[in-house]
């Protein structure tokens, strides 16, 4: 396979590393623009901090709330246009409130759900992509049932509601103080991006690709060949730290991190769902 302008572009748009950078590590990775990611990294030429992946749609995020359950949905939309039109921003609050009173896995199995007006989401959709002349669909879907020790928290950013967060803490539901300290932690989540709770739930595979980046690259900085496994010990602790959100000092006071700051309030932490719109 021959390296493209497409690819090359692509892959710095990804990385922030030069043109010529960016093909010679494509011809090194057979065209391969993960494994030519890596490269870049190991070389130290990508960006200081990894670019957000290009969003493939637009749309908004809703979240909402019952005594069964709390909810948290992504709409997208094709233009920013149609997603800050407040009746598209409506169906989301909609829809997201359907989906906290209906137990599902997916959005998929939410689509014949009917709502107040007695029309099934995929009618809305219907109705809603003839009006406003664009695709809209609804993409992903989570919700959290409640138990007596839940205590529930969420986060949508309000100047464009492209970032939600939903957060359950073990703790007491009447805890007004461990309310706030969810509403802090869903916060704190939309703005470091966690992909995962704690270490056990990283994939070793990604520990594993990691720790190939991190040898390559103390190794390209010149460190002694025995030194590395120690070093690249050391660093695999930030890698941790930006993936997981236990390993996280809070944003508002590096002093402490996030298991130590529910912990104050007499809670824990149990999990999360983060969505930003068009990402993974």
Request: aromatic content about 4%; proline content about 4%.
């Amino acid at each position: 396979m021959q390296v493209t302008a497409q690819m090359v572009s692509q892959l710095r748009e990804q990385t922030g590393a030069g043109l010529m950078e960016c093909k010679k590590a494509l011809t090194e990775a057979d065209c391969d623009i993960e494994r030519a990611r890596d490269i870049l990294r190991a070389k130290g030429q990508a960006g200081a901090a990894k670019r957000a992946e290009r969003a493939a749609a637009d749309g908004v995020v809703a979240v909402s709330e019952s005594p069964a359950a709390w909810s948290l949905i992504e709409l997208n939309s094709e233009t920013d246009f149609v997603a800050r039109n407040d009746e598209f921003k409506a169906l989301a609050k909609e829809i997201a409130a359907a989906a906290a009173h209906h137990p599902h896995d997916d959005a998929a199995s939410l689509m014949d759900l009917k709502l107040t007006d007695g029309h099934t989401i995929r009618a809305k959709l219907d109705e809603a992509l003839a009006k406003m002349r664009e695709n809209l669909v609804l993409r992903r879907t989570a919700r959290f049932a409640a138990s007596p020790d839940s205590v529930f928290a969420s986060y949508v950013h309000a100047v464009d509601n492209k970032t939600g967060v939903l957060v359950e803490l073990k703790g007491d539901p009447s805890n007004e103080a461990q309310k706030t300290v969810g509403k802090n932690i869903a916060m704190h989540i939309a703005f470091t991006k966690p992909k995962y709770l704690r270490r056990e739930e990283v994939p070793s595979e990604a520990i594993e690709r990691e720790k190939a980046v991190l040898t390559e690259l103390t190794r390209n900085e010149g460190k002694p060949e025995a030194a590395l496994p120690k070093i690249v010990e050391g660093r695999l602790g930030k890698f941790f730290e930006s993936v997981c959100l236990l390993d996280q000092p809070y944003v508002r006071d590096q002093s402490k991190k996030i298991p130590q700051l529910a912990a104050e309030s007499g809670a824990e932490v149990r999990r999360f769902a983060l969505f930003v719109v068009g990402q993974e």
